[in-house]
Structures are given as structure tokens and as C-alpha cells.
């Protein structure tokens, strides 16, 4: 009788399924996913539902993406970062963020290369390093900062280093790298000569005096980095599944190649719904992290 595959014989069933799952079954207000319980703005579905009626998109969008998106990827990138990308050959739009770290793994790393994983992480990351035949190395946060020992994360690193997977804001715990402690990263994948692959789902959602820093900022590290995001978050639109890869036309390259055999395209219309969003004022941001804000005073008063 055939088996499943030995790639995936460790795997089981995602925790988010399972949470789902029992929160259905009993009722219970989900706490532990990154699934807001209030809808997208009616002005971003709008936009969605125009492109559904104007006939233009409903076939096949272009593998990297339309050319609108990655254009509002770019300018996104440029507004808020002051990163200038080629937004023809720099960016490429993926099914939500998870396919985009997926794509960035098979793209950029080797069976056999070492890929450090900061833990704890969201549960996607361990699971493609296997399906490209790497090997995880896991450096660890410490409660209750939340923080890595620089010597953890320097024995970390050797001559089989291919990539380090960064999550900032960090899912699960909500770390905030400190420029410091992305310094020390940043310093260690240049000697060793690693790629960074930059999980930045949640950089609009920092709260009081953390600031959320894109490494690619950093001196030397644009060539290293492909930084992953997701509309998903950024929109309270989880169900489009519409994320993004950025960087380095060379590294993005790599992406783009592997994400046109694990997907091809991306939802046509939907794109054009997330190029209007992304080109929201400031105003739209800075609200967005409001309303988390007072959302997370209130929680916080409950749990003390």
C-alpha cells in the first residue's frame, strides 16, 4: 500500500487547524492566531469587487504579479523604509506570506545547507526547511525579554550556514529586535555570507517605544535579504492569501523561480484590491495601529 512521502512523514496537522478546530467545537474566541475578528475596509472590497465586475481580471494574472501590485510593494517599501526597489525585478507576489517564506527556502537554499531558525517561530518555517533538504538550527529567545544570548546565536553559525529566518515584530512573542541586536545578526550573516530571509508580516504593529526596523536597512544588508509580507495582516484580509517577496533582483530571482512551480499566479483580481490598499495615506496606518493599541490596553487591563 502506498505512504505518504518521508518528507512529510514527521509532519502533523498545523496548530492553527487544531486551534480552529477546537474553537469551533466549543465556542471559544481565538486567541492564538493571527485572525482579526473584524472585517476589511469596505473602501479595500470595494476595490476588490470593481475588478471581479470589470471583466478585466478573471483570467490568469502574471506569474511575478501584476504590474501594479509590485509597484505598490515598491512604493511601500520606499515610503516607509526609504528602500529602493525594482519593482519589475525586485518583487514578487506570492499566496500569502507563507508561500512567499516556502518559495524564498526552495529558492535561495540547497539540500544539505544549515538554515538558523529563531525559536519559538511561526510553525510553517521548520517544515519547509525540510521539504528543500536543509537542516534547521534552532538559537533560542529567553523569557521573559525575550531575547537571544549573542553566543547561542554566534555558535549558531559555520561554514554550512545558507540562511537565517528573521520574524520581526516576532510571532509568536511579539520581540521587537532592538537595531543592536539586528547589528549582531546582520554582522554574523556577512562573515558567513548567509542570506536573510526577513518575516515582516507584523511591521505596522509595534506599540510604545518599540520601533520596528526591516534589516535590509542595514549597511550591506540589502544584497543578503528578501523580506516577506502579507496583506493579510496589514488589512484584516487573511482569507485573500495575497503576500510579497522584496529585495535584491538577484536574490529575488531565486524566489521567482520557485514560486512559479508552486503556485504560478496569485489571484488576479485580488491583486488589484491590495495595490489601491497599500497606496493608503499615512492616516490609514497610523489608525491601524491605533486601534490595535486600544485593543491591547483592553486585554491587558483584563489579565492584570
Known amino acids: 500500500m502506498p505512504i505518504p512521502a518521508f518528507r512529510v512523514a514527521t509532519f502533523g496537522t498545523t496548530i492553527f487547524t487544531e486551534i480552529n478546530t477546537l474553537a469551533q467545537q466549543y465556542g471559544a474566541l481565538n486567541l492564538g492566531q493571527g485572525k482579526p475578528d473584524f472585517d476589511t475596509p ?50 514578487v507576489i506570492t499566496a500569502g506570506a507563507t508561500e512567499g517564506i516556502l518559495s524564498a527556502i526552495l529558492g535561495l537554499v540547497d539540500p544539505g545547507d544549515e538554515v538558523i531558525v529563531i525559536e519559538p517561530f511561526y510553525d510553517s518555517y521548520v517544515p519547509n526547511i525540510l521539504m528543500a533538504g536543509a537542516v534547521p538550527v534552532y538559537v533560542p529567545l529567553h523569557p521573559p525579554d525575550w531575547t537571544f544570548d549573542p553566543d547561542e546565536l554566534r555558535a549558531a553559525f559555520s561554514e554550512k550556514t545558507r540562511a537565517l529566518i528573521l520574524n520581526t515584530p516576532q510571532n509568536p512573542t511579539g520581540r521587537v529586535f532592538t537595531r543592536k541586536e539586528l547589528m549582531l545578526i546582520a554582522k554574523l550573516c556577512s562573515a ?49 492569501k495575497v503576500g510579497w517577496v522584496y529585495g535584491h533582483p538577484d536574490l529575488v530571482a531565486g524566489v521567482g523561480r520557485a514560486h512559479q512551480f508552486v503556485t504560478f499566479a496569485v489571484h488576479h483580481p485580488t491583486q488589484e484590491a491590495v495595490a489601491y490598499a497599500l497606496n493608503l495615506p499615512d492616516a490609514y496606518y497610523e489608525g491601524f495601529r491605533s486601534m490595535y493599541e486600544t485593543k491591547r490596553r483592553l486585554m491587558m487591563s483584563a489579565l492584570d
Not at 471583466?55 to 512604493?75: C, F, I
Not at 509595534?206 to 509580507?229: C, K, N, Q, Y
Open 42 to 91: 469596505p473602501d479595500i472590497v470595494e476595490q476588490l469587487v470593481q475588478a471581479l465586475r470589470s471583466g478585466q481580471y478573471n483570467q490568469y494574472a502574471p506569474g511575478p504579479g501584476t504590474p501594479s501590485l509590485r509597484k505598490a510593494v515598491a512604493d511601500h517599501a520606499a515610503r516607509f523604509y526609504n528602500l529602493e526597489i525594482d519593482a519589475a525585478n525586485g518583487v
Open 192 to 240: 558567513y555570507d548567509a542570506t536573510v530571509i526577513a518575516d515582516e508580516v507584523y511591521e505596522h504593529l509595534t506599540f510604545g517605544d518599540a520601533r520596528h526596523i526591516p534589516i535590509a536597512t542595514l549597511p550591506g544588508m540589502f544584497e543578503r535579504t528578501v523580506t516577506v509580507s502579507s496583506a493579510g495582516k496589514l488589512f484584516s484580509a487573511t482569507g485573500w
